[in-house]
């Protein structure tokens, strides 16, 4: 019995060899990664997509594997599919409340304009009247 | 000719790909039509057939098509993606979404102090509407927040692949 074999050869209940494709991202101290892929996309098929991949995204690839099966095994309906439906709808509804909060603002510039342009014709108009009537008063 | 039967071309789009006889109480059957064969496929690629079965057995009739379609999904992420799958889409959103979050609460401070004072109108503060913020704390929790980190280059690049126009059917 080789102690050195990697959790999916443990598993599969063979031998471990030098170039396992597993076992840099499946060590035999965390043995459920490899169950859980396993029991949601089998070892051949984990195999085969590792195989096809540059070595240095394999990590990266089996991590999202092991992510998404443990999803899978917890909601075994949507997977990890339930949470992108969640979020889609999560920022359709964030982008609602941003448009319309953008729209109250706009709102709110546009009214504070006009006032503003209000009151200052009122200050011309009141000027132009003060100037004409001292003028009327200065030549009778 | 009399007394011949017609040969039944009712096979599902599973059990054509496997070649083998579609039985009457085939799993698949009801959720691989073999007017298309490309979902089943695709699923097979990713999962393996005797991997969805299992998982069909283990859920409820009612809820199997939906589970067909998730395992659909989720296929035809990993196949356009083979790094990172459906995580990449979730990361995605997820980035997405702490920036609209951002916006948002930028967004509500400015509505706040113009309607507060509405002498401030017209300042120089109207560009924080619109411009990003810099870093922001998660607001989605779980680990797929390292992801959202280590591959935050990669997806820049990837963003295109995903379509996220249309929600899933879930």
Known sequence: ?140 | MRGQEPRSTSSCAACKLLKRRCTPNCIFAPYFRSDEPKKFAKVHKVFGASNVSKILIEVPEEQRQDTVNSLAYEAEARLRDPVYGCIGAIALLQRKMIQLQHDLALARACLARYAATPSSIGSTDDRVITEPFGDFPAACGGSIDTFSQNISYELNQEAHMYDFSQIPYV
Not at chain 1, 9 to 14: G, T
Not at chain 1, 25 to 32: E, L, Y
Not at chain 1, 37 to 64: D, F, M, T, W
Request: glycine letters at 4%; hydrophobic letters at 35%.
């Open chain 1, 1 to 140: 019995m080789n102690p050195g074999r990697c959790a999916a050869c443990r598993y599969l209940r063979r031998k471990c060899p030098p170039d396992c494709i597993f076992s840099p991202h499946f060590p035999p101290n965390v043995p459920q990664r490899f169950v859980s892929v396993h029991r949601i996309y089998g070892a051949s098929n984990v195999a085969k997509l590792l195989q096809q991949l540059p070595s240095h995204l394999r990590a990266e690839a089996a991590e999202s594997l092991c992510l998404e099966a443990q999803y899978r095994i917890e909601d075994p309906v949507y997977g990890c599919v339930g949470l992108v439906s969640s979020l889609q709808q999560q920022i359709q509804d964030t982008e609602k409340q941003l448009a319309k909060t953008r729209a109250e603002i706009a709102f709110l510039k546009s009214q504070a304009r006009l006032s503003h342009a209000a009151l200052e014709g009122n200050l011309l108009d009141n000027a132009v009247n003060i100037n004409f009537s001292d003028h009327q008063s200065f030549h009778g």
